[in-house]
DNA sequence: GTCTATACGGAGATAGAC
DNA sequence: GTCTATCTCCGTATAGAC
């Protein structure tokens, strides 16, 4: 639970400990994984490899977490990676449903951008568990799981590069790279998974604001 | 090495494939590790770590890959994890060194912070295969190791957020939260180890120019 | 320092009873 | 659907010859 964290002021992360402190026991996002004993295997795989990689996760540790016996899991996922993979498609799907579409009143890119940001942002720290799991663990899914998840991350890349450039195209932004600053602003949000903790100074509303305020200022937004 | 792709533009970065693509055969990096074949084996681990994880990683592969028996790692190196550590303190030590001194000449604080996270994004890059280890494979450190590469962190984030406070403090930047931009900065850099590959559309000290440029961005330095 | 051979435990996954 | 028992292979690490 705590964060190995060295003598230091309150405010230094050290930047993820040995040990990670994971969330969602009963998280809104696994609602849909029925039956129940397949949705605590899952929460339990979700916990262990965001702690400690999927390839350090043993299905006993899993099944023990879940309260089962290790032959338990088989009866509700074909094999280890395929729990691996349910669990990176929903985050990958819940992450893109997050994103407000571009028909969503806000016909004006600043505040496009910013809602987006904002969203996207509290997303990966409130599920910093699962965005974990989705962003690090991809080289141990097999080929077709993989090429599912990616048709997901690319449309997301899409629609931050989109988004930048309408608003360069209607001189609201100014920025020297589209699709180097679509990626930069994608990175912030990210790179939460790594280093966030749910005892982190700013709840992920306020690191969703604050990061859209940085955003915009990437792409020069006086708003 | 190829990255996995898929169809989409040239731009796409589907960010990040299974196959991770390695690069350091003859990196001046691991110069100092000696003799020979023990910098042979370091540089085989780095390379299945970066693109399996640790974990994902076993002794046998590095050993083969280095061109030798799986017994000979024992001879170099305790354990697989001490190899792991050497890996990861040589590395943050070397992104640690490249961030340039606060005695360097560059008073202006804007100057500073350019400089700074040009030459740490450009680090980043080109060093994306350490950088990766170092940042994602912490939790395989055992404690002591775990420690000792800590401090290094913790020198790298105190640096960001003293070279921002500074600017603030003579009113040259401005900022809502100070140690959450430094963070954010950090990010930057940071996420080029998950995403960077030697085929991207930048070469390391492009990226290290774009991405101070959006540092001072972020801490709305005109300059 | 490197090899071959191997000890020993742990890993994913299955069989078959209840 | 869950369990206990188990198969089989693989993983880290060591022994001992050269």
């Known amino acids: 639970m705590s ?12 930047t993820v400990a040995p040990e990670y402190s994971t969330d969602s ?27 400690q990689g999927f390839h350090g996760t043993t299905t006993r540790d899993i099944a ?3 309260g089962m016996s290790p032959a338990a899991l088989y009866v509700h996922y074909r094999t280890k990676e395929d729990l691996l993979f349910r669990i990176s498609r929903i985050a990958h799907e819940a992450a893109l449903a997050v994103i407000p579409p571009e028909s969503s009143g806000a016909g004006d890119p600043a505040g496009r951008l910013r809602a987006a940001v904002a969203a996207f942002t509290a997303w990966h720290a409130r599920h910093h568990t699962a965005a974990r ?14 090429r599912a998840v990616a048709a997901v991350r690319l449309a997301i890349e899409r629609i931050f590069r989109k988004m930048i450039e309408r608003g ?13 600053t679509a990626l930069a602003i994608l ?12 005892g982190s100074r700013h709840s992920p509303e306020e690191l969703g604001d604050l990061y859209a305020g940085l955003a915009l200022r990437m792409v020069r937004s006086g708003q």
């Open 187 to 198: 990175s912030l949000a990210i790179d939460l998974a790594r280093w966030y903790q749910p």
């Open 133 to 146: 799991v989705a962003q690090y663990e991809l080289a141990a899914l097999e080929p077709a799981h993989f």
């Open 25 to 51: 026991g009963a998280d809104p996002l696994w609602e849909g994984v029925e039956p129940e004993p397949a949705r605590r295997l899952l929460v339990a795989g979700l916990g262990l490899f965001a702690a």
């Open 3 to 14: 964060a190995k964290v060295l003598p230091g002021g309150v405010d230094d992360i050290v």
């Open 168 to 180: 360069v195209a209607v001189g609201k932004f100014e920025v020297s790279d589209t699709p180097a």
């Open 64 to 66: 023990a977490r879940a």
